[in-house]
């Protein structure tokens, strides 16, 4: 887990799932409070992700964004994380 500060405030963090060597690392949560947004932290906290991910042998670094979370999208687009599924439901009972 890291944690992205301003002074001595906490403003966000990300959790990852560290991958075995030649294994995918997975983005588990990314989150930053609304008010710290577009200050550069969530590109920090992916970029640490995307390092950690490398340093133990990973080859692949993964997450989701959920429909409509365009911010979330666009966060992991910039560092080069770019969909390559979509799954679609509809619920039936």
Do not use: C, H
């Given at each position: 887990?890291w944690v992205a ?26 989150y930053v409070q ?20 490398k340093a133990a ?37």
């Amino acid at each position: 887990v890291w944690v992205a500060m301003i002074g001595e405030v906490t403003v966000g963090y990300l959790q990852l799932r560290l991958p075995a060597p030649g294994g995918t690392g997975e983005v588990v949560q990314v989150y930053v409070q609304p008010g710290a947004r577009e200050l550069g932290f969530g590109d920090d906290l992916v970029a640490a992700a995307i390092t950690a991910t490398k340093a133990a042998g990973g080859v692949e670094i993964d997450s989701f964004a959920l429909p409509g979370d365009r911010n979330t999208k666009n966060l992991y687009e910039r560092a080069g994380i770019t969909a390559r599924k979509i799954i679609v439901s509809k619920r039936l009972v």
